[in-house]
């Protein structure tokens, strides 16, 4: 393969999916963690699949152009860039999407607990896709009437230790918190042999 | 995916038309979280086009950057900016690093170094 070098003492890439329901707070979310600002990438897809075309100008009943905001951490001791990626609102599309899902770690899936019905696609496209989530409840304005028990309950988790994380997704504490939470859940996967 | 069955299948096929023949380079798989590392300073030479100039200036050694936030900087889509930086690659300008594959993410080891990298943000 023409130009890939395997020994730079470079970083690799690796993503986080941050999934959830139009104006939940994803890209809030992720520029509370990201050394940089949040960058917005493009892409237009099609249902005849994406990877080859950009017809600029040829219009297809289908296609669509749908919008990912991301920012990145660089964890040098880990050898790793990490980048976080907001996934586009047009939930329909990510299934024709093979790139969005392809060598992601992970996701937190951010609820508002005023609308959760707009969560449910993300959880049931990470659940159907094996893809390991935590959920994060964004407390706007500081309130969450509910308990962690009860989000998990009307979330329907396929899973009942799916953590449940009450979070701001201004904070970034709270974020790396969540963030810390997906590893954990990452590591008690990876290694359930090792958990006696 | 059916992708044959679709009626857009026919006319994807323009893309060729459009691009020369080329669609990405052979072997070089780039996608969205592909790092992207120049090879060349950015005016190493003179003739090269502004737009990659450019490319070359915002990774530089060590500052790998993902094939994503190029497109972002760039102001263009994920398609054509993989397009681009596959030509890039073909003419050695850039090296490209894959995002760690399955059997490195599901280590345990480096899990918690990432983990124990991630608490000290």
């Known amino acids: 393969m023409p130009g890939y070098d395997t020994s730079a003492q470079e970083e690799s890439p690796v993503k986080i999916l941050i999934a959830g329901g139009f104006g939940v707070g ?3 979310l992720v520029e509370a963690v990201s050394e940089i600002e949040p960058l917005r990438t493009e892409e237009r897809l099609t249902a005849a699949g994406i990877g080859v075309d950009d017809l600029d100008g040829i219009e297809f009943k289908t296609a669509t152009t749908v919008a990912m905001d991301f920012g990145r951490i660089t964890l040098s001791d880990a050898g790793v860039v990490l980048y976080l990626f907001g996934t586009p609102g047009q939930e329909r599309f990510w299934f024709m999407w093979d790139d969005l899902l392809a060598g992601a770690l992970g996701a937190i899936v951010l609820v508002d607990t005023r609308r959760l019905d707009r969560s449910f696609p993300a959880i049931d496209f990470f659940e159907s896709r094996g893809l390991p989530f935590v959920i994060g409840a964004n407390c706007f304005d500081g309130e969450q009437p ?8 009307a979330l329907h988790l396929g899973d009942p ?8 997704a201004r904070s970034r504490e709270d974020v790396r918190g969540a963030l810390l939470s997906l590893l954990d859940l990452l590591i008690a996967g990876a290694a359930p042999a090792a958990s006696a | 995916m059916t992708a044959g069955q679709q009626p857009g299948r026919g006319r994807r096929a323009r893309l060729y038309a459009l691009t020369d023949g080329r669609t990405t380079a052979p072997g070089a798989a780039l996608t969205m979280d592909t790092l992207i590392t120049a090879r060349v300073a950015p005016d190493a030479d003179g003739s090269l086009p502004t737009e990659w100039q450019a490319i070359l200036g915002m990774c530089q050694p060590p500052n790998g950057r993902a094939v994503a936030e190029i497109a972002a900087r760039m102001h263009m889509r994920l398609t054509p900016m993989v397009l681009l930086l596959s030509e890039l690659v073909e003419r050695g300008l850039i090296q490209h690093r894959p995002p760690l594959q399955a059997n490195e993410t599901s280590n345990v080891h480096l899990l918690m170094k990432i983990r124990d990298n991630l608490a000290r943000i």
């Open chain 1, 26 to 28: 994803k890209t809030t």
């Open chain 1, 146 to 153: 509910y308990t962690a028990e009860q989000i998990r309950t």
């Open chain 1, 161 to 168: 230790d799916t953590p449940v994380l009450m979070l701001d």
